[in-house]
């Protein structure tokens, strides 16, 4: 079975949720192995270096797309939402597409960066702003997610 290319990402937190249609190539997964180096003394003089494995993994996710106004939200309250959701503390969600159980991911958004652009570069609708004028702008947006519990 061939499974279908995820076509968008949903950010929740609390009761505030912002969905994000993803571009083609729009997932990068990096995994860090957590490792502490320790320096010690030796009689030689040249001291020896010790790597420790923690024993973690540090993942984060970093994902492209673009913010579109829909039937429950215009793409400038998208931006202001996840503006609110960096602003706060507290862990974040993120559900591909409409399915709960595949990829699930808890943590924090490290970094959002939204650049407007003219809405033709990808599609041919019109966007609605908040006052309910009809625009043509899209928010182009990289997302830098860090999973894990957040404290605070």
Not at 25 to 50: A, F, R, W, Y
Not at 97 to 104: K, S
């Amino acid at each position: 079975m061939v499974s279908q290319p995820l076509t968008y990402v949903t950010i929740t937190k609390g009761s505030s949720s912002v969905k994000i249609t993803l571009k083609e190539s729009g997932i990068s997964h990096q995994m860090d192995k957590q490792i502490k180096e320790v320096s010690q003394p030796s009689k030689t003089g040249n001291p020896v270096n010790l790597l420790i494995d923690l024993g973690r993994l540090k993942e984060g996710i970093t994902f492209n797309g673009w913010l579109e106004s829909d039937s429950t939200s215009t793409g400038y309250a998208k931006k202001k939402a996840l503006r609110d959701m960096l602003k706060t503390a507290g862990s974040v969600s993120l559900k591909w597409d409409d399915n709960d159980t595949d990829q699930p991911y808890t943590g924090t958004l490290l970094r959002a960066d939204i650049k407007e652009e003219n809405a033709s570069l990808y599609s041919d609708q019109q966007l609605v702003d908040d006052n309910g004028d009809v625009v043509y702008k899209t928010f182009d947006i990289q997302i830098v997610f860090a999973t894990g519990d957040s404290i605070g």
